[in-house]
Nanobody, 123 residues
Framework: VQLQASGGGLVQAGDSLRLSCAAS????????MGWFRQAPGKEREFVAR????????YYAESVKGRFTISRDNAKNTVYLQMNSLKLEDTAVYYC?????????????????WGQGTQVTVSS
């Protein structure tokens, strides 16, 4: 499975941005897609996840109500719509996929990772 994340950039606080993660390869082996982020000097943290089947979602408290994860099964693509961006959302954002059906917030439970896309929020 190969994951290609895109859509990052430099925005101002309060702006919106949409990230995309396109999956290729053995896409049928994926059940859950997650977004994680890593700010400088900090550990990688969970942001949101979605199940390919059914589309159930789960969010970190820090982004709940501002971020929306969605998927397009036909395109094997997952999106992360980020609204009302804050300075603390600045990070490299990674998409990852998990082969198990159950969801997880732990990065250690994800099997394949994209290369990351930088999101920088300025004041």
């Amino acid at each position: 499975v190969q994951l290609q994340a895109s859509g990052g950039g430099l925005v101002q606080a309060g702006d919106s941005l949409r990230l995309s993660c396109a999956a290729s390869g053995r896409a049928f082996s994926m059940y859950v897609m997650g977004w994680f982020r890593q700010a400088p000097g900090k550990e990688r943290e969970f942001v949101a996840r979605i199940a390919w089947e059914g589309g159930s979602t789960y969010y970190a408290e820090s982004v709940k109500g501002r971020f929306t994860i969605s998927r397009d099964n036909a395109k094997n693509t997952v999106y992360l719509q980020m609204n009302s961006l804050k300075l603390e959302d600045t990070a490299v954002y990674y998409c990852a996929t998990r082969r198990m059906r159950s969801g997880s917030r732990s990065l250690y439970d994800y099997d394949y990772w994209g290369q990351g896309t930088q999101v920088t929020v300025s004041s």
